[in-house]
């Protein structure tokens, strides 16, 4: 897993991990992205993220692995407050991006954007996250609460709660209504 935090002003400080996303329940909402998707769009996502303390996640970065700085200058402007603000004083908004092919395989996510709630801390290192980090064997319970489709993360919510996830976005919902 590749972190891409918020701890900073400086571009340098794009790429240290910022405080882990906080749930009462422990279920992160993680929206799978794709470079390829419209600045404008992933930045209205960034905002309802924010909110709920969720996790934009990416299959890999723009240029390939060995290519640091597009992704780098992707993530400012998906998560920069101001569109025009360049530079390192910009403020950013406070959103976990990740680059992990391996949850997008995990979870079977062909396509973006799509919405699932993941147990525990999907920032963290897998070697850092406990034995069922990537146990297949826990995924059968999740199977079926993908949602698909460039709509609201609050209709997200509500089709994944009618899936029968409503424990799993309790948390999410009422953070996302409560700003």
């Known amino acids: 897993t590749f972190a891409i935090g918020t701890a900073g002003a400086a571009n340098a400080a794009l790429f240290a991990v910022a405080t882990a996303p906080k749930t009462a329940d422990n279920w992160v909402p993680v929206l799978f992205v794709s470079s390829s998707m419209p600045i ?3 930045r209205a996502y960034a905002l309802q993220l924010e909110k709920m303390h969720g996790v934009m ?3 890999g970065m723009p240029g390939g692995l060995t290519h640091v700085a597009p992704m780098a200058m992707l993530s400012a402007e998906i998560l920069r407050l101001e569109p ?19 949850v997008f395989r995990q979870h079977g996510i062909a396509q ?17 996250r406990g034995e069922d ?12 609460r993908i949602v698909y489709g460039d709509a609201a993360l609050s ?9 029968g996830g409503k424990e ?4 999410a919902q009422s953070r996302l209504e409560s700003r």
């Open 133 to 144: 980090a990537s146990d297949p064997a826990a995924l059968p319970k999740l199977a079926g």
């Open 84 to 102: 025009g603000c360049e530079g390192p004083a910009c403020a950013m908004r406070g959103v976990q991006l990740i680059v992990d092919p391996i």
């Open 57 to 59: 996640a990416f299959r």
């Open 155 to 163: 209709g997200m919510l509500e089709e994944y709660a009618r899936l």
């Open 168 to 171: 799993e976005v309790r948390d």
């Open 112 to 128: 973006v954007p799509a919405l699932v709630m993941i147990p525990g801390d999907p920032t963290q290192p897998y070697c850092e």
């Open 40 to 42: 404008s769009t992933l």
